[in-house]
């Protein structure tokens, strides 16, 4: 037999043997879009190097936006226009609802990787009855990192009032440092106090949401919601803060809280990946407590859902890129995300249990969730947020504005918001 026969009849045997096995599948690129946070980069990357070990036919090209509301523009103005990358990153809860889901998003129905999702994050990533979306991470928590060595010095104990958050914070003033750091340079962390306030406004006033979503209650008509803004002025009013509170960063907090400068820095438990990738040998003396009440019997945490991965209406690739979303929904996709990422809270995922060696910051969060004292942010219970809270937070928390006066003017803001969703009674 010569030499071609051979090669002929090896190519034939070789064409049959792939023809047997199904056609072939062609190669995939889909394109993911991140936010610019470093730690988001590695998650993504670690996901994306995960998946292609499973599916070598698939490639994932990670492209990068800004974060804040340059960001929020990018992801609108990208949806609008159809130019949106195949798989992209981006809040849970009113901000998702802002996209107008129904309209600009693919639905993920009978995605296997939902029936281990937990529902407090499907009903915050879902419209119309249709999931949308799957975590990106843990659950996070609103509330005060404290330092647990100069507690420790001082002789203090975790307040569960705010009459006793505060004079702690006179003790620590006392004793020569910054008792409570502000960082109005990134002014979205000025919000903090008065986010991380609503399990306390929801156990004054339950239907708060409801009522505020219907135009029935406001922040400023509202006693338990206008405390929310006092509790800044209370911080700016006592003296307590670092003096460089309004151009100091959020990078700055966390330096002056590692390093024990500082006390005490309200602050969402997302803080403690950066804590453990920049100050990792102060990481055991950070700790975490629930914005204290004016009653010791109301004491629990506001949470925060992670971010989740969505597909726009206008991918061409909504098979593939559904097949990412229900790796990254898995308990294995959720592993991924752990062995890179800093646990911020408890897992969403059924099966995907948090590791041994978690911060204390978050073991001191279990508890709450393990009592049932949590609630969810405001920002998941109702669609509106005033896209201005954080530049009148700043105000107040910088002495600039009264607390009734930022409350009302806040509820213009949300009035605006309210009226662009198209929301009844506004």
């Known amino acids: 037999m010569t030499r071609h026969l051979k090669y002929r009849l090896a190519s034939a045997c070789a064409l049959i043997a792939l023809l047997a096995a199904g056609p072939l599948r062609a190669e995939t690129t889909l394109s993911f879009l991140i936010d ?147 960082t109005y340079r990134d002014s979205w962390t000025s919000q903090i106090l008065v986010l991380s306030d609503y399990y306390n406004l929801q156990a004054s006033v339950p239907d708060f949401a409801t009522q505020y979503t219907a135009n029935k209650a406001k922040y ?73 009440s004016d009653d010791a019997s109301v004491n629990g945490l506001t949470v925060w859902m992670p971010p989740a991965l969505y597909i726009p209406a206008s991918s061409q690739h909504v098979d593939d890129a559904k097949g990412f979303l229900d790796f990254v929904g898995s308990v294995e996709g959720c592993k991924v995300l752990m062995g890179v990422n800093t646990v911020q809270g408890p897992s969403l995922i059924k099966g995907c249990d948090l590791p041994a060696d978690v911060p204390p910051a978050v073991t001191d969060m279990l508890p709450y969730f393990k009592d049932g004292r949590t609630a969810p942010a405001l920002e998941y219970l109702s669609p509106i947020k005033g896209p201005n809270l954080q530049q009148i937070t700043v105000e107040v928390g910088s002495g600039m504005r009264l607390p009734a006066d930022a409350a009302a003017m806040y509820d213009d803001d949300v009035r605006k918001q309210a009226q662009q969703l198209g929301i009844p009674n506004w």
Request: no cysteine; hydrophobic share 40%.
């Open 36 to 182: 610019n946070g470093p730690d988001t980069l590695v998650a993504a990357e670690a996901l994306v190097e995960a998946y292609a070990a499973k599916h070598p036919d698939i490639t994932i090209e990670i492209d990068q936006r800004p974060g804040g509301g340059e960001g929020d523009n990018t992801i609108k103005t990208r949806l609008a226009t159809g130019e949106m990358a195949d798989i992209f990153l981006y809040n849970a809860g009113s901000l998702f609802q802002v996209l107008k889901p129904e309209q600009t998003l693919h639905d993920i129905a009978g995605l296997p990787a939902l029936a281990n999702i937990a529902e407090t994050f499907k009903s915050v990533s879902s419209a119309g009855g249709k999931a949308y979306g799957v975590p990106f991470g843990t659950s996070m928590v609103g509330g005060i990192f404290y330092n647990k060595k100069i507690y420790r010095d001082l002789g203090l104990s975790v307040p569960k009032t705010w009459a006793e958050f505060m004079a702690n914070n006179e003790k620590i003033k006392a004793a020569g440092k910054v008792a409570l750091v502000q």
């Open 220 to 292: 400023a008509t509202t006693p338990a919601a206008l405390k929310s803004f006092e509790r800044l002025k209370d911080v700016h009013d006592a003296g307590i803060l670092n003096e460089d509170f309004g151009a100091a960063s959020y990078d700055d907090g966390l330096y002056v809280l590692a390093n024990g400068d500082a006390a005490h820095y309200p602050m969402l438990s997302l803080a403690i990946g950066a804590l453990q990738q920049n100050h990792p040998e102060s990481l055991a003396d950070i700790g975490f407590f629930a914005q204290p």
